[in-house]
């Protein structure tokens, strides 16, 4: 029975294995599934059998005012300038533009057809721009700027954000592109050692003497350590509304938020009033809260020589101190090195090493007693302090009217933009700038997002899942494979519970465990061979066979119920002796 049970656990767990391996086969492929559960997708089209299908998205529709994806090479060096000018304030030859710029495949996570403006060099000035389709009015409709950035390298420290360039002069020609032009926007990441940004600056205009000066964004409540060592790419989104508020996203994560009006430094408006800076504080203006008293005098036993520490009186030198040996003495058995210039090096002695003598000794040399504080220590006398009587508190100067104060309740209504580029410096090379766009449609550069970052997080994601996610996935995408789960695993574990764990029939009992009068015991064969020595006359021997012991044993029963049945008493057997 035990070898039949055995025998069907074997094929039941090989029907398991077969249903496993044919539901993994199942999830391997699973992409036909997908395909086929998602066909009323508005990007059914991004998956096929092997791979997640990209396809360039359309630039050239005229709905952005910059669109730009980098796939074709040719479209990219027509409208890509590279900057020729060079950094003032710095070395001649450092300050050429001369970082390398290429159109590339990403070095990871490719999708087939996609490409991007790859910054090749490191420790190098980069700068290279393009115009915008059209420019860009702040009049009455969000700006939304939008743009990927995967650090292949990791970033030690440099910049990958970019520069929505002022619209004139500074935009019109653009291979003298510099850190000078003139920009409306920076916006993106930034990282030098533990320093880590996400920029937002705008330049605004003053309306009393125009003069520009920079707006610094808030700084993220978030922290944003991945973006800078994950090597993934990363979307970032910049949207500001007409209404003077500004959004920050990042992977379509808002990270930053809030007010043009209240959220930069230092602030679009100035205050009302400021500090006179012809107000002058007075000479004998005391700030003092608190000054010595005059009337303390030091105490005639005060000693400010006496020293902190001083010798102890009680401390007895150790017995067994040797005054006469040093601790430490030459080496006698050190040579001068063969080539020891006495001329340079001076004149040659050897290394000294602890004397052996002084192992076994409680010490050696010249005995000092220790030091212990001294009682008579007081330091120096300073008189206690108390009220300054003269306290006339912190001086500040008068406040007056500020004549540069003005006050803009549209700070949104920046200068027009009229190109885009990256200037940057950085000591990490392969950084990959990919799918820029400028438009007023937040819906269009979600819609972009969607069939360009978001189908290679795709791709990223299922690259690197597991075949126990992928399996969750599958089962929450398709509810249906719960039966197969059943069918799989729940019934075979059934079978092999019923067909190894139930009770055994009556029958096999019997087979396993012989009636009592089927076994011949050691008393009844002792007792047969006992009868055979008795023989008495020429009575026959009662044969000894095993047959014949059984059908005496079963006819007559044993020999307790043949005395019962004929009342007489127990016969004693004699022994016959040898």
């Not at 930053?256 to 004998?284: C, H, M, R, Y």
């Not at 902190?308 to 017995?319: Q, Y």
């Not at 885009?420 to 979600?446: C, H, Q, R, Y």
């Not at 009592?516 to 044969?543: H, M, Q, R, Y």
Request: charged share 35%; hydrophobic share 30%.
């Amino acid at each position: 029975m035990l070898t039949d049970c055995k025998v069907k656990m074997k094929w039941n767990i090989l029907f398991l294995f077969t249903l496993v391996l044919g539901a993994y086969t199942v999830l391997a492929n699973d992409d036909d599934v997908d395909d086929e559960a998602v066909v009323e997708d508005e990007y059914v089209e991004e998956a096929d059998d092997d791979d997640i299908k990209y396809v360039s998205p359309d630039v050239k529709n005229g709905q952005y005012h910059f669109a730009e994806h980098f796939d074709d090479i040719k479209e990219f060096e027509k409208r890509w300038q590279r900057s020729e000018a060079t950094k003032d304030g710095i070395d001649a030859d450092i300050a050429k533009y001369d970082g390398i710029w290429s159109v590339e495949t990403p070095q990871r996570e490719k999708l087939k057809g996609d490409l991007g403006l790859v910054l090749k060099s490191k420790a190098k000035h980069a700068a290279i721009s393009a115009q915008l389709t059209k420019p860009f009015e702040f009049v009455d409709k969000p700006l939304v700027v939008q743009y990927e950035v995967t650090l292949q390298d990791g970033q030690e420290c440099g910049g990958a954000y970019l520069k929505l360039l002022s619209y004139g002069r500074g935009s019109e020609n653009l291979r003298q592109f510099t850190d000078k032009t003139p920009y409306t926007i920076m916006f993106g990441p930034d990282k030098c050692g533990n320093d880590q940004k996400l920029h937002f600056i705008f330049r605004h205009q003053n309306p009393k003497n125009f003069s520009f000066s920079e707006k610094h964004c808030k700084k993220s409540k978030d922290r944003l350590d991945d973006i800078f060592v994950d090597k993934l790419p990363h979307l970032y989104t910049l949207i500001v509304y007409p209404q003077n508020l500004y959004t920050i996203k990042v992977d379509h994560k808002i990270v930053n938020e809030g007010s043009l009006l209240e959220d930069f430094t230092p602030p679009v408006n100035p205050p009302a009033e400021i500090d006179d800076p012809n107000d002058k504080k007075p000479e004998d203006w005391d700030e003092r809260e608190q000054i010595p008293d005059p009337d303390a005098m030091k105490p005639d036993d005060w000693n400010e020589d006496a020293p902190k520490k001083i010798p102890d009186p009680n401390a007895v030198k150790p017995l067994g101190w040797l005054d006469e040996e040093n601790p430490l003495i030459p080496d006698s058995s050190a040579k001068k090195p063969e080539d020891w210039d006495t001329e340079m090096d001076g004149e040659w002695e050897p290394p000294l090493i602890t004397n052996a003598a002084c192992e076994q000794a409680p010490g050696c040399g010249e005995w000092k007693p220790p030091q212990i504080d001294n009682p008579e220590y007081k330091g120096k006398w300073r008189a206690p302090m108390i009220d300054n009587p003269n306290y006339k508190g912190k001086w500040k100067a008068k406040r007056i009217p500020n004549p540069d104060y003005f006050v803009d309740e549209h700070p949104y209504k920046m200068t027009k933009i009229g190109a885009i580029g990256f200037e940057l410096w950085s000591m990490s090379k392969d950084i990959l700038f990919d799918n820029i766009i400028i438009t007023d449609d937040i819906v269009l550069a979600e819609s972009f997002a969607a069939k360009t970052f978001d189908l290679k997080r795709k791709k990223i994601d299922k690259d690197s899942e597991s075949l126990w996610s992928r399996l969750l996935r599958y089962t929450h995408d398709n509810p249906w494979i719960w039966a197969v789960y059943v069918l799989a695993i729940g019934l075979p574990l059934v079978l092999i519970i019923f067909f190894c764990c139930s009770p055994s029939s009556p029958k096999d009992k019997d087979e396993q465990h012989p009636k009592k009068t089927d076994v011949i015991t050691e008393d009844i064969i002792e007792e047969v061979e006992n009868e055979e020595e008795l023989g008495e006359g020429d009575a026959p021997k009662p044969s000894t066979s095993k047959s014949s012991l059984e059908e005496s044993t079963a006819s007559e029963g044993t020999p307790e119920q043949s005395e019962e049945a004929s009342g007489d008493a127990p016969r004693r057997r004699k022994v016959r002796k040898d």
